[in-house]
């Protein structure tokens, strides 16, 4: 027996049959459109989702910049706070007339009668 064999069986023209054959002729020529409009939606979605997935990823990284220039800010708010600090309490100081008298002397080497002012290097 060989494995190709032709049927010689005779079809039957029957109303069903024509019916079940015009079936298969039509979903054989729906199969490849089905196919492609898959590819297609596929395609679309892929392409879809690749724009939100860089979109989040840029997002994050310019999310995770701006934390770190907000710790920076940060700390550069607090040394400023703590000049304000330093420079409000200089304010206070330079309303003494006892503390002026003491910074000329220093910075401008005034004396009182009677004093002598010997400098010192610094090392």
């Given at each position: 027996?060989?494995?190709?064999?032709?049927?010689?069986?005779?079809?039957l023209?029957s109303q069903?049959?024509l019916?079940?054959?015009?079936k298969?002729k039509?979903?054989?020529?729906?199969?490849?459109?089905?196919m492609?409009?898959?590819?297609?939606?596929s395609?679309?979605l892929?392409a879809?989702?690749?724009?939100?997935?860089?979109?989040?990823?840029s997002q994050?990284?310019?999310?995770?910049a701006?934390i770190?220039d907000?710790?920076?800010?940060?700390?550069?708010?607090?040394?400023?706070?703590?000049q304000?600090?330093?420079?409000e309490?200089?304010?206070?100081?330079?309303?003494?007339?006892?503390?002026?008298?003491?910074?000329a002397r220093?910075?401008y080497?005034?004396?009182?009668e009677?004093?002598?002012?010997f400098?010192?290097?610094?090392?």
């Open positions: 027996m060989s494995v190709l064999q032709k049927n010689n069986v005779t079809k023209q069903y049959a019916e079940q054959e015009e298969e039509r979903a054989s020529r729906r199969r490849p459109i089905v492609i409009r898959f590819m297609l939606v395609m679309i892929v879809l989702s690749s724009v939100f997935l860089y979109a989040l990823h994050s990284a310019d999310i995770e701006k770190e907000k710790k920076k800010l940060e700390q550069q708010l607090g040394k400023l706070e703590k304000q600090k330093r420079l309490e200089e304010i206070k100081r330079l309303h003494d007339d006892d503390y002026i008298a003491e910074l220093k910075k080497f005034l004396s009182k009677g004093e002598i002012i400098t010192v290097p610094e090392k």
